[in-house]
């Protein structure tokens, strides 16, 4: 009996003996089958995770932020020692210990998978194996994938320590609200740093990982408090807080940034506008799209936050006024539908959702509304952020719409979404009443830069960003007319005219493939005999015209180009009066090099770009066309109170003297020119104006010694705007209400004299040498090139002769006399025009 019990239990060892050999083989098989080519897990150690790329201001500020995933990579010795433990505590409290996986957690998930036969089949996965899961396998959940999981954990933890891997993890993993990573997701959450989370806070996003979209701090709000509470247990029982602390933290009521319990971090930000979309359009073209928006990129801006508000509050005015000049109530084009009207629950969150931009700031914040009742006299409305019992009333004056056509009932209906803002006094700033605004249809564009390091400090790409994105600043092709002039008169002057040569202002036919042109100038009139000085001040077509016949059409487009005005200008003589069409963007880094002495600029919207570990990976001041070097800055022997010496290697485009001789002349329209009377800010400031055919384009470009700013405005879809439209009355003020901002920051002096220049009087009505003691309004000291023998008296016609059919009008106002043949074949004086002091009565009262 004994002998066959041995053998019977002999029996059952040698069956369990072989079964769990083969159990063994059998795991050793699948697990050596499932081993076979699986993703390298070294790449891990080299992994870097897209992260957001952030734009500073010239302050070192946040500005905006561009990312695919709102990721904030931190290192693992920068992440407090709270968060950690609070994911441990909730993942995996054996994270320390175990090899990578965690055998009894498996063999719990799998009985109980067994008990609820399939219901419930939970991951059992430690920290190492989510992190192979997110990172080097796909997220199904079948045993394949678990076997290979299991696998790679195992081995990425003999070559990574713990706290890499807690690093991979706590960087990568996913966390709710376009969240990814403990840091982004404290800011979306709390708004704070890691370093500033309570316990209840750390346990919080602890709680994540298991479904984000099922602990919605608002929609799941208990279900999420109960997680929580969970979490912050587990980190007492593992000895990471004290029970003091846990009840403490137990009782702290759930906070976060989605109940409104936290201002949102984004509020910090200001809205996006032209200037970061700019920077974004730019860096993606030179660093690839994928670079941009993952790499983390530190991205210092040129701008000048102070000097952004002012060019966009001074376009927006111009074009404002313009639009309220037209009388028209062009409105949002958006509506809310009748049966949302009911209910201010209703019609507050339709109005949440209409498409109306909300970054507009012109005297005070515009605010999107709801037109809920139109009575005769007033008009009731809805007001977003303002309470129905607000002591300001939500009520529009009919006065409030005179300068539109009509009544309240012809231009509104209930339902109609609007803008309003306050009207404010302005003694003291208190409310008077809610007034309607709308986003002019005219548009325009508006940029300000350094004349001397290309820095762009402002730029503005039309009324407002979230209403149109399209940057017409940079975008946006336009002809620049008049504004282009200076560039066929430098081309001028370096190819040895000087600003006293006589060009003959007088009417021209030209033939072309579709007709007979007959160009004209703006007043109609002819002058004449006239300087080039003259020429540019007034803004002679004719003129310009016949020099760009004189010196060629290659010779002005081949500097055009060379300025960067055109990459292919067309050689026509309409496109030396501005028909070719360019960017604001490329006018304005073309006039910087005539304030600049006449030395190649190369605009930039950035300062410097540093890569995730802080590398620069450009920098404008080393650009090429852009170096500049301080000669002297490590010299430990400089004078106290003596600057450092900074020298560039820029190309020279023009001669100094000519930029000069054009800057001078320049500053001729902006004393008495075409641009006097409009601008004025006490330090020598010189500009063009420029009006194209029919007033489409309206422009004005200028400069003091160091910033260069200017504007254009016109329609989208080109069309007349109208008479009385021209650069000098709508641009004009433009310039000059951001450039006295500009001047008090920035300063201004007189423009550099080059060496080489002689100054010798002329009248600049005639182009006439004057003596040295010359004196008047007439009289202007003129820059030659030294050693040059200047050349008087000689008209350029350009290959058209004056004919004697027209009225020369003369520097005052009066025309001269001319001969002319009568119908019987004598000949006889006519003129001058009688003036209006010349005028007899003649007995007519």
Same mark, same amino acid.
């Given at each position: 009996?004994?002998?066959?019990?041995?053998?019977?239990?002999?029996?059952?060892?040698?069956?369990?003996?072989?079964?769990?050999?083969?159990?063994?083989?059998?795991?050793?098989?699948?697990?050596?089958?499932?081993?076979?080519?699986?993703?390298?897990?070294?790449?891990?150690?080299?992994?870097?995770?897209?992260?957001?790329?952030?734009?500073?201001?010239?302050?070192?500020?946040?500005?905006?932020?561009?990312?695919?995933?709102?990721?904030?990579?931190?290192?693992?010795?920068?992440?407090?020692?709270?968060?950690?433990?609070?994911?441990?505590?909730?993942?995996?409290?054996?994270?320390?210990?175990?090899?990578?996986?965690?055998?009894?957690?498996?063999?719990?998930?799998?009985?109980?998978?067994?008990?609820?036969?399939?219901?419930?089949?939970?991951?059992?996965?430690?920290?190492?194996?989510?992190?192979?899961?997110?990172?080097?396998?796909?997220?199904?959940?079948?045993?394949?994938?678990?076997?290979?999981?299991?696998?790679?954990?195992?081995?990425?933890?003999?070559?990574?320590?713990?706290?890499?891997?807690?690093?991979?993890?706590?960087?990568?993993?996913?966390?709710?609200?376009?969240?990814?990573?403990?840091?982004?997701?404290?800011?979306?959450?709390?708004?704070?740093?890691?370093?500033?989370?309570?316990?209840?806070?750390?346990?919080?996003?602890?709680?994540?990982?298991?479904?984000?979209?099922?602990?919605?701090?608002?929609?799941?709000?208990?279900?999420?408090?109960?997680?929580?509470?969970?979490?912050?247990?587990?980190?007492?029982?593992?000895?990471?807080?004290?029970?003091?602390?846990?009840?403490?933290?137990?009782?702290?009521?759930?906070?976060?940034?989605?109940?409104?319990?936290?201002?949102?971090?984004?509020?910090?930000?200001?809205?996006?506008?032209?200037?970061?979309?700019?920077?974004?359009?730019?860096?993606?073209?030179?660093?690839?799209?994928?670079?941009?928006?993952?790499?983390?990129?530190?991205?210092?801006?040129?701008?000048?936050?102070?000097?952004?508000?002012?060019?966009?509050?001074?376009?927006?005015?111009?074009?404002?006024?313009?639009?309220?000049?037209?009388?028209?109530?062009?409105?949002?084009?958006?509506?809310?539908?009748?049966? #949302? /009207? !009911?209910? $201010?629950?209703?019609?507050?969150?339709?109005?949440?959702?209409?498409? @109306? %931009? &909300? +970054?507009?700031?012109?005297?005070?914040?515009?605010?999107?509304?709801?037109?809920?009742?139109?009575?005769?006299?007033?008009? #009731? /409305? !809805?007001? $977003?952020?303002?309470?129905?019992?607000?002591?300001?009333?939500?009520? @529009? %004056? &009919? +006065?409030?719409?005179?300068?539109?056509?009509?009544?309240?009932?012809?231009?509104?209906?209930?339902?109609?979404?609007?803008?309003?803002?306050?009207?404010?006094?302005?003694?003291?700033?208190?409310?008077?009443?809610?007034?309607?605004?709308?986003?002019?249809?005219?548009?325009?564009?508006?940029?300000?830069?350094?004349?001397?390091?290309?820095?762009?400090?402002?730029?503005?790409?039309?009324?407002?960003?979230?209403?149109?994105?399209?940057?017409?600043?940079?975008?946006?092709?336009?002809?620049?007319?008049?504004?282009?002039?200076?560039?066929?008169?430098?081309?001028?002057?370096?190819?040895?005219?000087?600003?006293?040569?006589?060009?003959?202002?007088?009417?021209?036919?030209?033939?072309?493939?579709?007709?007979?042109?007959?160009?004209?100038?703006?007043?109609?009139?002819?002058?004449?005999?006239?300087?080039?000085?003259?020429?540019?001040?007034?803004?002679?077509?004719?003129?310009?015209?016949?020099?760009?016949?004189?010196?060629?059409?290659?010779?002005?487009?081949?500097?055009?180009?060379?300025?960067?005005?055109?990459?292919?200008?067309?050689?026509?003589?309409?496109?030396?009066?501005?028909?070719?069409?360019?960017?604001?963007?490329?006018?304005?880094?073309?006039?910087?090099?005539?304030?600049?002495?006449?030395?190649?600029?190369?605009?930039?919207?950035?300062?410097?770009?540093?890569?995730?570990?802080?590398?620069?990976?450009?920098?404008?001041?080393?650009?090429?066309?852009?170096?500049?070097?301080?000669?002297?800055?490590?010299?430990?022997?400089?004078?106290?109170?003596?600057?450092?010496?900074?020298?560039?290697?820029?190309?020279?485009?023009?001669?100094?003297?000519?930029?000069?001789?054009?800057?001078?002349?320049?500053?001729?329209?902006?004393?008495?020119?075409?641009?006097?009377?409009?601008?004025?800010?006490?330090?020598?400031?010189?500009?063009?104006?420029?009006?194209?055919?029919?007033?489409?384009?309206?422009?004005?470009?200028?400069?003091?010694?160091?910033?260069?700013?200017?504007?254009?405005?016109?329609?989208?879809?080109?069309?007349?705007?109208?008479?009385?439209?021209?650069?000098?009355?709508?641009?004009?003020?433009?310039?000059?209400?951001?450039?006295?901002?500009?001047?008090?920051?920035?300063?201004?002096?007189?423009?550099?004299?080059?060496?080489?220049?002689?100054?010798?009087?002329?009248?600049?009505?005639?182009?006439?040498?004057?003596?040295?003691?010359?004196?008047?309004?007439?009289?202007?000291?003129?820059?030659?090139?030294?050693?040059?023998?200047?050349?008087?008296?000689?008209?350029?016609?350009?290959?058209?002769?004056?004919?004697?059919?027209?009225?020369?009008?003369?520097?005052?106002?009066?025309?001269?006399?001319?001969?002319?043949?009568?119908?019987?074949?004598?000949?006889?004086?006519?003129?001058?025009?009688?003036?209006?002091?010349?005028?007899?009565?003649?007995?007519?009262?």
């Amino acid at each position: 009996m004994l002998r066959f019990i041995f053998s019977f239990f002999g029996g059952i060892f040698s069956i369990l003996t072989l079964g769990l050999a083969m159990g063994a083989v059998t795991i050793g098989a699948v697990f050596w089958m499932y081993g076979q080519d699986l993703p390298s897990h070294e790449s891990l150690a080299q992994y870097t995770p897209p992260t957001i790329s952030r734009i500073y201001s010239q302050e070192g500020r946040v500005i905006d932020e561009f990312a695919q995933e709102r990721r904030i990579f931190t290192p693992a010795d920068q992440i407090p020692d709270l968060v950690k433990q609070a994911f441990i505590s909730a993942e995996d409290k054996n994270f320390y210990t175990h090899q990578g996986y965690d055998p009894r957690g498996i063999a719990v998930a799998a009985l109980d998978a067994v008990k609820s036969r399939g219901r419930d089949v939970r991951g059992a996965s430690t920290i190492t194996q989510q992190v192979m899961k997110n990172f080097l396998l796909s997220g199904d959940r079948r045993a394949e994938r678990k076997i290979k999981e299991i696998i790679l954990a195992s081995r990425v933890e003999s070559a990574l320590s713990k706290e890499k891997i807690l690093e991979l993890y706590l960087n990568e993993i996913f966390l709710g609200q376009n969240s990814y990573g403990v840091t982004a997701a404290a800011q979306t959450y709390f708004n704070k740093a890691l370093t500033e989370l309570a316990p209840n806070e750390a346990a919080f996003l602890a709680s994540m990982p298991k479904a984000p979209s099922d602990f919605h701090p608002v929609r799941a709000k208990e279900r999420l408090l109960a997680r929580r509470n969970y979490v912050l247990r587990e980190m007492e029982d593992n000895g990471y807080i004290d029970t003091a602390t846990m009840e403490r933290e137990l009782a702290a009521p759930l906070l976060s940034v989605q109940n409104g319990d936290y201002e949102p971090y984004q509020m910090a930000l200001p809205p996006r506008d032209y200037f970061t979309d700019e920077i974004r359009r730019q860096l993606t073209q030179n660093f690839g799209e994928g670079e941009f928006y993952s790499g983390g990129l530190s991205v210092r801006a040129t701008l000048d936050p102070e000097m952004q508000v002012e060019a966009a509050e001074s376009l927006r005015i111009a074009l404002e006024q313009y639009d309220r000049g037209l009388g028209r109530w062009t409105g949002t084009g958006e509506t809310i539908a009748e049966d #949302q /009207l !009911g209910s $201010e629950e209703a019609w507050r969150a339709a109005l949440a959702s209409a498409n @109306v %931009p &909300r +970054d507009i700031d012109l005297e005070s914040r515009w605010l999107p509304a709801v037109v809920l009742e139109v009575g005769d006299q007033s008009m #009731q /409305l !809805g007001i $977003e952020g303002v309470a129905s019992d607000d002591a300001r009333g939500s009520s @529009v %004056p &009919r +006065d409030d719409i005179s300068w539109v056509r009509g009544s309240f009932a012809d231009n509104f209906d209930r339902g109609d979404v609007v803008l309003v803002r306050e009207m404010t006094s302005d003694s003291d700033g208190s409310f008077i009443r809610w007034t309607l605004r709308q986003v002019p249809r005219v548009q325009g564009a508006f940029m300000a830069m350094d004349v001397n390091t290309g820095r762009v400090i402002a730029m503005q790409g039309g009324f407002s960003y979230q209403d149109s994105v399209f940057n017409r600043a940079t975008q946006a092709m336009r002809q620049p007319g008049s504004s282009f002039k200076p560039f066929v008169y430098a081309s001028a002057l370096d190819s040895g005219y000087s600003p006293s040569t006589i060009i003959i202002d007088a009417p021209i036919e030209i033939d072309t493939p579709q007709g007979v042109w007959r160009p004209k100038n703006s007043s109609n009139t002819y002058y004449g005999p006239t300087p080039l000085r003259t020429g540019i001040e007034q803004s002679r077509n004719l003129m310009t015209i016949r020099l760009a016949q004189e010196i060629g059409m290659d010779t002005v487009g081949r500097y055009a180009e060379r300025f960067g005005v055109y990459d292919h200008m067309g050689r026509v003589l309409a496109n030396s009066l501005g028909a070719d069409e360019t960017t604001l963007y490329k006018m304005i880094s073309a006039y910087a090099m005539f304030a600049n002495g006449g030395e190649r600029v190369e605009p930039t919207l950035v300062d410097r770009v540093q890569d995730r570990y802080g590398r620069t990976i450009y920098n404008h001041e080393s650009a090429a066309g852009n170096e500049r070097v301080c000669v002297d800055c490590a010299d430990p022997n400089l004078a106290p109170g003596q600057s450092p010496r900074i020298v560039n290697n820029r190309e020279r485009i023009m001669d100094a003297v000519t930029a000069y001789q054009l800057t001078s002349m320049m500053q001729g329209v902006v004393q008495r020119g075409t641009a006097s009377g409009v601008v004025d800010l006490g330090v020598p400031t010189a500009g063009k104006t420029g009006t194209t055919n029919d007033a489409k384009d309206v422009w004005f470009l200028g400069f003091t010694s160091n910033i260069v700013a200017g504007c254009y405005i016109g329609y989208d879809t080109p069309r007349p705007l109208g008479r009385g439209a021209y650069g000098g009355s709508m641009c004009g003020p433009v310039f000059q209400r951001f450039m006295t901002k500009a001047v008090q920051k920035y300063g201004g002096g007189p423009f550099k004299v080059p060496e080489a220049c002689e100054f010798i009087n002329i009248d600049r009505f005639t182009g006439s040498r004057l003596g040295p003691n010359a004196s008047g309004s007439n009289v202007v000291a003129e820059c030659f090139r030294r050693g040059e023998e200047p050349m008087f008296g000689v008209p350029l016609d350009g290959g058209w002769a004056m004919s004697g059919n027209f009225d020369v009008i003369q520097p005052d106002g009066s025309t001269r006399s001319r001969e002319v043949t009568t119908s019987t074949g004598r000949r006889a004086v006519v003129g001058p025009k009688a003036s209006f002091g010349t005028l007899s009565s003649g007995g007519l009262y």
